[in-house]
């Protein structure tokens, strides 16, 4: 096995950046060479080549290849590849080979496998089967990571430590025995004392008062709702955990191979509830994203820019790596989708125009095998001759082109508060409706703003605000004090904030805020709610003033009260409400405003405010262009150079005003960019 023999140009007591032997943006996939024989493999490394691959994850499942039996241990398969790959020019983000402990693992210590809320069992068979609280298996998955850490720290293909795989994508709740244990820890460092979490929980109601914290348990399957506080802390205790485990690896890898940066891939998406991401990033060296778009959503490009303008949020605004998008269809939704001609360059560039400086995907060659042998990769069953390829090939192409980009950043004059707290609140049971998804508000606002051309960053309520023009809070039921209070304090410096109906409802405990809704808003907002209307299946109200003529709203009312300042920007036609306000503005200095918005209304509704309020923020597209075709720009660090990217999800060429090199097609564009049907255009501009 290759040893490291030129001298380094890092300093090798420093962190070194995971792309600091790449020529540009990266690209490959989860390379699994040990579910192919060796003509298989040497076939892998060529074609990699030719498509212009340059960086993989290995080993991600590798473990009960490396160790079959307790102790014995393989490592031909993997040394070759790693040799293999570097001869090929090719860098690794190596995994600990943690993501499924071997099935003689788990049959030797059953008590690591992880159990549901109704206490069944999680075997093994499948894969993630071990409770991330379990000392017995925490012990093992370090025991592996320092034996890849011990041989191939040193190695010159390992850019990156990849640690485990989505920790916490098949079990992001855990009630065993172990884990109830931990939660009981984690609640006396919270609390310090009974009484604490007494207060805290609301235990005076139902006979729920804890005379020892021996007696807590994490919420299992009870006769009718658990105490939401206590759901609410399992939440918390459950991605503090899983973050956890992470770090416990991280510092191994960090103390064994100090300048070799670490990451785990996450799902930030509408679909992932599990973890705080937010919570998590400062933990990471670089940010690692893993998205896949939904088959039943038409609107899933727009899905996955919200997901990426997240990632880049997560990531403090640097950039990420794609660590896992797919070629073509998925195998664990109903019904799958093959994507469409262009549909992959798309959205693979959309993930790059918001920030990603890597392309991957799951996986670089089809499984014959297993579970996801329908599930798409870059060398798919038919072989070469095959769209999947030829697609493949043309991304990487498209990927060398755009070296450039590497580094750049976005700026956003908008802002979406994202907050996995109130996401977590906001969908406890015992609400005053169950109909209510908190990412779809969200989201709901995001599209509003992606139609509209504006870039956005998503950000958690307690982050920098101070850029912004804009600020939108959908629905933040929960939220500090602290928090609040930053959102307040946008609106005092100027921006345009916009908060919208079940929001501020209660504090970090769940406990509601007292005197009328929006409690936590009520002063910013001037307004003050006495009772929500929420409305039943297919019943809608009419709203009308401000941008709004008629517009339809439902889910959602509330019976809310202006101050004395606030304006009445629009009100409810009909319903029980009728000529009662539903959006309101409150101007407050430097000229910024407070907005609420009392009801859910529709996507016109919703695009016609939108567009309202960028306006009073003088927040702009970044390029005018027609419905459905995407303009996003990266930015060099001295603000002279832009890449703007123009991407086409319509059927119709469409044309962009701007100047410059075109990097994709190639060529000049003075004033007119044409982008055809379907596909992508990349303009470097000077500034
Ligand atoms: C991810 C996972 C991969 C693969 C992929 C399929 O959740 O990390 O290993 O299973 O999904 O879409």
Redesign the pocket.
Known sequence: MRRRTTPEAFDPTAVRPWSARLPGLAYGG?YNPEQWPQATRLEDVELMRKAGVNFVSVA??GWATIEPREGELDWAWLDETMDRLHDAGIQVALATAT?SPPPWLTRKHPEILPRLADETVLHQGGRQAYSVTHPVHREYALRMAARMAERYGEHPALALWHVD??IG?HVPRDYSDTAAGAFRDWLRARYGTLDALNAAWGTAFWSQRYGSFDDVLPPLVAPTYANPTQQLDFDRFSSDSLLDYYRDLRDLLRELTPHVPTTT?L?VSSATKGMDYFSWAPELDVVAN?H?TAAENPDRHVELAFSADMTRGVAGGDPWILM?H?TSA???QPRNHTKTPGEMLRNSLAHVARGADAVMF??WRQSAAGA?KY?SAMVPHAGQDTDVWRRTVELGRALEALAEVRGSRVEARAAICFDYPAWWGAELDSHPTQALRYPDEVLAWYRALWDAGVTVDVVRPGADLSGYRLVIAPTLYLVTDADAANLAAAADAGATVVVTYFSGIVDEHDHVRLGGYPGAFRELLGVRTEEFYTLQVDETVRVSGGPLDASSADLWTEKTHVSPGTEVVASYDDGQLAGLPAVTRRPTTAGGSAWYVATRLDGAGTAALARTVAGAAQVLPAEAAADGVETVRRWSADGRTAWLFAINHTADDAKVATSGVELLAGGDVDGTLVVPAGTVRVVREAH
């Open positions: 989860d991600i499942f993501a795989n989505e994508c891939n799902m893993d896949y896992e797919s998925v195998n664990w799951f996986q996801e599930h």
